[in-house]
């Protein structure tokens, strides 16, 4: 079962900018535990996007951004494009032990 | 370049004991900066992690999982193995094995990971 709770689905046009929250609590994220982003493209594995709440990947477009607040984390995707449609998903550490979010489809009308 | 490759069966029966093994390439089983995870996946459905063996041997287990998981690896080999016993239908998944990487304290990820292998539970 996710700690980490994530909206289902977020949608934009191209160009557009969406933003994905990742909302954890006190044992984990509010527990000073780095937030990392992974992006899942259909029928592939998933793939490092953030590490470290807000470092890019060499590779990486800069059009992705994540930060930390508190007990949440976000990932921005600004000048949407389609192919950014994918699932992602936030990761972090909670009681020793890794922790997933509950994942987001993001779909580009 | 750093690889991952999941190798197992494709099909078990229930109450049947699952063994993959995880191959890596590029890096060192013993590099005190990195470690082995697996982490499933049911078809449409979220990422779940169940273990995770660091160099020195350490393990740790899903806790809702933990009875049934064992990890372990093969340095010389480049090997970690993952066993599931007691399997049913509902662990139906693709399984991934991913290289864990110890940033500064309290900063770990997964990167990269294998393509995964799908494993089904029918009778």
């Known amino acids: 079962q996710s700690v980490l709770t994530q909206p289902p689905s977020v949608s934009g046009a191209p160009g557009q900018r969406v933003t994905i929250s990742c909302t954890g609590s006190?044992?984990?994220?509010?527990?000073?535990?780095?937030v990392h982003w992974y992006q899942q493209l259909p029928g592939t594995a998933p793939k490092l996007l953030i590490y470290?709440?807000?470092n890019r990947p060499s590779g990486v477009p800069d059009r992705f951004s994540g930060s930390k607040s508190g007990t949440s984390a976000s990932l921005a995707i600004t000048g949407l494009q389609a192919e950014d449609e994918a699932d992602y998903y936030c990761?972090?550490?909670?009681?020793?032990?890794?922790?997933f979010g509950t994942g987001t489809k993001v779909t580009v009308l | 370049q750093v690889t991952l490759k999941e190798s197992g069966p494709v099909l078990v029966k229930p109450t049947e004991t699952l063994t993959l093994t995880c191959t890596v390439s590029?890096?060192?089983?013993?590099?005190?900066?990195?470690?082995v995870s697996w982490i499933r996946q049911p078809p449409g459905k979220a990422l779940e992690w169940l273990a995770h063996?660091?160099?020195?041997?350490?393990?740790s287990y899903s806790t809702s999982l933990k009875s049934r998981l064992t990890i372990s690896k093969d340095t010389s080999k480049s090997q970690v193995v993952l066993t599931m016993t007691n399997m049913d239908p509902v662990d139906t998944a693709t399984y991934y094995c991913?290289?864990?990487?110890?940033?500064?304290?309290?900063?770990?990820?997964?990167?990269?990971w294998g393509q995964g292998t799908l494993v089904t539970v029918s009778s």
């Open positions: 590029g890096f060192s089983l013993s590099n005190a900066r990195m470690g």
């Open positions: 470290g709440n807000s």
């Open positions: 991913a290289r864990a990487i110890f940033g500064v304290v309290k900063s770990n990820w997964f990167d990269p």
């Open positions: 990761q972090s550490y909670d009681s020793s032990l890794y922790v």
């Open positions: 006190s044992s984990n994220i509010g527990a000073g535990y780095d």
């Open positions: 063996i660091f160099s020195n041997d350490e393990k």
